[in-house]
Nanobody, 114 residues
C-alpha cells in the first residue's frame, strides 16, 4: 500500500519560513513526478508546486518567488521550502503525484499568524 508521510508544518509568523518534507515509497518515488498541494478551509485545493524526475519544477503563481520544491531521490523525499509566508498560506499541505493519483496522506498543518 502506498503511504505518503508529510511533516514539517507548524505555526509561523508572517514573513517566516518553513520546510516541509514528504517521504514516499521507493517504488513510487522513482517513477512519478511529485507535487505539493494545499487545502484551506472554504477554498478549493490547490497544486502549489511540482517537480519531475529530472528536477524540472513548476510553481503556482500564488507562490512564485517564495516557495521552492526539491527532491532527494536517494532518500525518496520531496521538500517544500516556504519563505515569506503570509496568512493566505495557512492550509493543510499534502504531497502526492503530479497529477495526483496516489492515496492521500494525513497532510501537515501550516498556520501563518502573528
Amino acid at each position: 500500500q502506498v503511504q505518503l508521510v508529510e511533516s514539517g508544518g507548524g505555526l509561523v509568523q508572517p514573513g517566516g519560513s518553513l520546510r516541509l518534507s514528504c517521504a514516499a515509497p521507493r517504488s513510487i518515488f522513482s517513477i512519478v513526478a511529485m507535487g505539493w498541494y494545499r487545502q484551506a478551509p472554504g477554498k478549493l485545493g490547490e497544486l502549489v508546486a511540482s517537480i519531475t524526475n529530472d528536477g524540472s519544477t513548476n510553481n503556482a503563481d500564488s507562490v512564485k518567488g517564495r516557495f521552492t520544491i526539491s527532491r532527494d531521490n536517494a532518500k525518496n523525499t520531496v521538500y517544500l521550502l516556504m519563505d515569506s509566508l503570509n496568512p493566505e498560506d495557512t492550509a493543510v499541505y499534502y504531497c502526492n503525484g503530479a497529477p495526483s493519483g496516489l492515496p492521500w496522506g494525513q497532510g501537515t498543518q501550516v498556520t501563518v499568524s502573528s
